[in-house]
Structures are given as structure tokens and as C-alpha cells.
């Protein structure tokens, strides 16, 4: 297996990585919304339903470090 030293998912229209080898898929229809101030799109999701994006292939992160970096407005 390859090594992942970075992922980014930008969501703007779009659940694939920058690198395309790690494509989201929806459950239950989640949206995109536009961005704070016009910039981009964002992936809106209500918990209450069970929105959400998987990730395919599989990505084991047992036993690694890593870190999360993402933005929330509630």
C-alpha cells in the first residue's frame, strides 16, 4: 500500500479528495451551500437524519498519527 501523507476535500460541488483517489460518497442526501462571503461551497449535513459522507477506498488510520483540520459553523 501507498503511504498518504495528505487529503483534502474542498466540497465545493464535489465529495472527491484533491488527489481523486479517496471519492466521498452521500447517505441520505447531504447538500452543498454556498460559502461564507460568496467563496466556494460547502457540505451541509443534519445529523438528525443521518447525513454524511463515506469515504471509498477505505482509509485505515488505526495506529497512525494524524491530524483533523476542518471548519464548523454550527
Known amino acids: 500500500y501507498s503511504i498518504v501523507t495528505t487529503l483534502l476535500w474542498t466540497f465545493d460541488n464535489t465529495l472527491n479528495d ?3 483517489a479517496y471519492t466521498g460518497t452521500p447517505l441520505n442526501n447531504p447538500t452543498f ?3 461564507i462571503n460568496g467563496y466556494g461551497s460547502a457540505l451541509s449535513v ?3 437524519v443521518g447525513q454524511c459522507s463515506t469515504v471509498n477506498p477505505y482509509l ?3 495506529y497512525r498519527s494524524f491530524t483533523w483540520e476542518f471548519w464548523v459553523y454550527p
Open 18 to 20: 484533491l488527489s481523486g
Open 33 to 35: 451551500v454556498p460559502g
Open 46 to 48: 443534519n445529523g438528525t
Open 60 to 62: 485505515n488510520m488505526s
